[in-house]
């Protein structure tokens, strides 16, 4: 027959007093015998060689978790026909985005508050900015912006300590990815559209609650960086689509502009889609970015999990620095 769980079981003093200060020793070394980093161990990813402080991309564990998520609420795929996809719309207010459009413009035009408190609500902001319409400007899907930031981030081994800069950052799709990991101050970008900038700074920043990180965006389009202050060198400049759609000379005066705003050794440019403004002045190309001081250093085709098409980056350094 098993004997029953001892109640109390005795243990002499000495022996307690042994395994306390066994304990407390462990305690205090442990700290020195972590690795050395600011951030719990679960928090680092791994970009290449270097340690990135919070996980940027989604793991393979992550997406199974999602994948058994799914699983797990019996969701079904999604449906292929527009009209079964709008089949599962229920709920309250099942009423598309045009029409919720229409409903803002019929009764409030802004937002549901009446007071002007000390928040964002105080603002006035249009309904096409409340149901989203700016996620649509420049085509493809919205969240690619988010799939843009986990490439380029560990490209460069981004720290939030960093500074980041982008040409025509447009409606922040890319943008408020950066502004959310980067510390205060840290993101700049020059964008020559008005609609774009009203969507950014009326809507994006603060409904995604990233006003305290103060970016700094400016509206221009003769890529004039001097107003981005004189002393600051930048870790990564970025162009998203962009390049691709500025006459070549203006580009080659942005790229010198550029070069002389970009930290030597670390710092890098990034160009996405083509280099059309390169190819077609052809083997001129390599003397004319070593005269305003570019080194090329190759391209990157990024496939993704949120993007409905791959895209090729260009990565650039300064010349031999
Ligand atoms: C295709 S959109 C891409 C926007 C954003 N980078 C993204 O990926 O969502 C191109 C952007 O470049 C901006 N742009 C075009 N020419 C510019 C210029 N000369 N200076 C600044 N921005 C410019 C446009 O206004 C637009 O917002």
């Known amino acids: 027959m098993a004997s029953p769980p001892a109640k109390g079981v005795k243990v002499p003093a000495l022996v307690l007093l042994a395994s306390a200060s066994a304990a407390l020793l462990l305690f205090l070394l442990l700290p020195s015998l972590a690795p050395s980093s600011s951030c719990p161990a679960s928090y680092l990813a791994a970009a290449g060689d270097q340690q990135m402080p919070y996980q940027i991309a989604p793991s393979a564990d992550d ?4 994948r058994s998520q799914i699983h797990m609420n019996s969701l079904p795929d999604p449906s292929n026909t527009p009209g079964a996809w709008h089949s599962l719309r229920k709920g309250i207010n099942p009423r598309t985005r045009s029409q919720q459009l229409e409903d803002l413009l019929k009764f409030k035009g802004i937002s549901h508050y009446e007071d002007a408190g000390l928040n964002h609500t105080e603002l006035p902001c249009p309904g096409e900015l409340l149901v989203e319409e700016h996620h ?21 081994s981004l720290q939030p300590s960093d500074l980041v800069l982008e040409v025509g950052c447009g409606t922040l799709r890319v943008g408020v990815h950066f502004i959310r990991y980067l510390d205060p101050g840290h993101f700049s970008c020059l964008e020559r559209d008005e609609l774009s900038l009203i969507a950014a700074l009326r809507y994006e920043l603060p409904s995604q609650g990233l006003l305290h990180k103060r970016p700094l965006i400016l509206k221009g389009d003769d890529m004039d960086f001097s107003r981005f202050g004189v002393d600051n060198s930048y870790d990564l400049i970025y162009a998203s689509a962009v390049f691709l759609h500025i006459p070549d000379q203006l580009v080659w005066v942005g790229l010198e502009r550029l070069t002389f705003k970009l930290k030597p050794i670390k710092g890098r440019i990034f160009i996405s889609h083509n280099i059309k403004f390169c190819w077609r002045i052809k083997e001129e190309c390599p003397r004319r970015l070593e005269r305003i001081g570019l080194g090329y250093i190759g391209n990157h085709t990024h496939d993704s ?5 791959y895209e090729i980056w260009y990565e650039f350094r300064k010349h031999g620095k």
């Not at 799939?147 to 460069?156: G, S, T």
Request: charged share 15%; hydrophobic share 50%.
């Open 136 to 156: 649509s400007n420049y085509g493809e899907p919205w969240a690619g912006g988010r799939d843009v930031f986990e490439f380029l981030a560990p490209a460069v």
């Open 305 to 309: 999990l949120l993007f409905n098409h």
């Open 63 to 66: 997406v199974n978790w999602l």
